[in-house]
């Protein structure tokens, strides 16, 4: 287990689904502490509903999110050689942030969450594929840095 880094940075194909999720239940976990955001390699999508549905559950407040891409968050201000670590979820986010910081001493680590999206038709079944994708992140944000503090 590893002390928390000073500032994160999740990333995943769309910032819609599963780097938000990364995002909201991180700061939910360890406060503060961090500073964390997240990014897509597109920014084509608003934040999904059912990630919404399933982040509520935990009383993580996702409908507030906007998705922004790796561009929009260098034309935003934020620099990406500024995060300790950049954690990418699914693997064109990892090619991208890969090719975004070979010029930085940056860890880039891969952790690979199941894209829920598209995958069942009915609502609870959906529903279902979402957790799963959530209860990955919260089991690696715990394997990585240990349970979340106290509110």
């Not at 199941?114 to 690696?140: F, N, V």
């Amino acid at each position: 287990m590893e002390g928390l880094p000073q500032s994160v940075l999740f990333c995943c194909d769309h910032n819609s689904v599963r780097s938000p999720m990364a995002e909201g239940i991180m700061k939910k976990f360890y406060g503060t502490e961090t500073y964390v955001q997240s990014v897509g390699v597109k920014n084509d999508m608003e934040i999904d509903g059912f990630a919404v549905a399933v982040c509520s559950e935990l009383g993580v407040e996702l409908s507030r999110h906007r998705s922004r891409s790796f561009d929009e968050m260098e034309e935003w201000g934020d620099d990406l050689s500024s995060f300790d670590l950049v954690v990418a979820l699914s693997p064109a986010s990892q090619r991208r942030a890969l090719d975004l910081t070979r010029v930085f001493h940056l860890e880039v680590d891969y952790w690979p969450i199941l894209d829920p999206t598209g995958l069942a038709e009915q609502r609870e079944a959906k529903l279902a594929r979402y957790r799963e994708s959530r209860d990955q992140i919260i089991a690696r944000l715990i394997d990585r840095w240990g349970p979340p503090k106290e509110a």
